[in-house]
């Protein structure tokens, strides 16, 4: 069977995740078709870390029912995790400050040759392989908009020498290398500035307007995109630590 392409439809219905300390959201719906901006906004703390990590199948929900595609949550996790992928992350997909840009591409490059290829793509001569491994980096870093060649040092520059801009556009590059059907980025507003903001919006249209579904964490979702908020979304007035129910969610369903 074919690598399948193009974005996934996203639907859910009074999604809500239940911890220790109570609920991080609740009775959050959402329908979108493939190719959607769909920007999860509220303030942190809310839940929307947590919401974006069920969407993509690396948290367990604990009531409702979602389908990415042709998959359904709560389920068919592993199936939804095969056509995601996540950038920006805190905890998840971070970046080694120490290691180049580079280096980070040809991690990236050799874990999707080893554990995201079928079983007939890894029977291809490896010099086939190779070319693939470098066509992935190649279009990856072209639809995050990221220039090796503008950065500092090139290929060469470390994680920690680049602007938050650029680590961010390097972390989604990373995550496009698996060619997911469903993107996931978390808080876009993280320290960046208003222009960088806008700058971030332009590329996640951008790679919805391509085809791939994006749902992407923020504090106001901007104009045009498939709203889903979290500033109401508990009902006990328990609001945990989402950072400390993703730490055990991801304990439970696995990081990547």
């Known amino acids: 069977m074919g690598e399948q392409t193009g974005g996934v439809r996203v639907a859910a219905d009074g999604l809500g995740i239940k911890g220790p300390r109570g609920w991080a959201f609740r009775g959050m719906s959402v329908d979108a078709e493939p190719g959607s901006l769909i920007a999860v906004e509220g303030p942190s703390g809310s839940g929307r870390t947590c919401l974006l990590l069920a969407l993509t199948g690396r948290m367990k929900i604990t009531e409702g029912a979602a389908a990415v595609g042709g998959t359904r949550l709560p389920k068919q996790v592993s ?40 079983l007939r793509g890894l029977l291809r001569p490896r010099g086939e392989r190779a070319a693939e491994a470098r066509l992935r980096v190649d279009t990856a870093l072209a639809a995050a908009g990221l220039d090796l060649e503008a950065l500092p040092k090139g290929p060469r520059t470390a994680v920690r020498d680049l602007e938050r801009l650029e680590a961010l556009r390097l972390s989604v590059a990373l995550a ?18 208003d222009g960088e903001r806008d700058e971030v ?11 791939t579904t994006v749902v992407a964490v923020c504090t106001e979702a901007p104009e045009g995109a498939v709203k ?29």
């Open 176 to 193: 496009l290398v698996a060619r997911p059907r469903l993107l996931g980025v978390d808080d876009i507003d993280l320290k960046l500035s």
């Open 201 to 211: 919006w332009t590329l996640l249209r951008s790679l919805a307007d391509a085809g």
């Open 228 to 256: 889903v908020s979290t500033r109401q979304s508990t009902h006990e007035g328990t609001h945990q630590s989402e950072d400390k129910e993703k730490a055990d969610a991801l304990a439970e369903t696995g990081r990547a």
């Open 79 to 118: 199936a939804v995790r095969r056509v995601s992928a996540l950038a920006h992350v805190p905890g998840v997909t971070d970046l080694d400050p120490a290691l180049t840009v580079a280096e980070h591409l040809r991690e990236r490059a050799l874990l999707q040759r080893r554990f995201g290829d079928s």
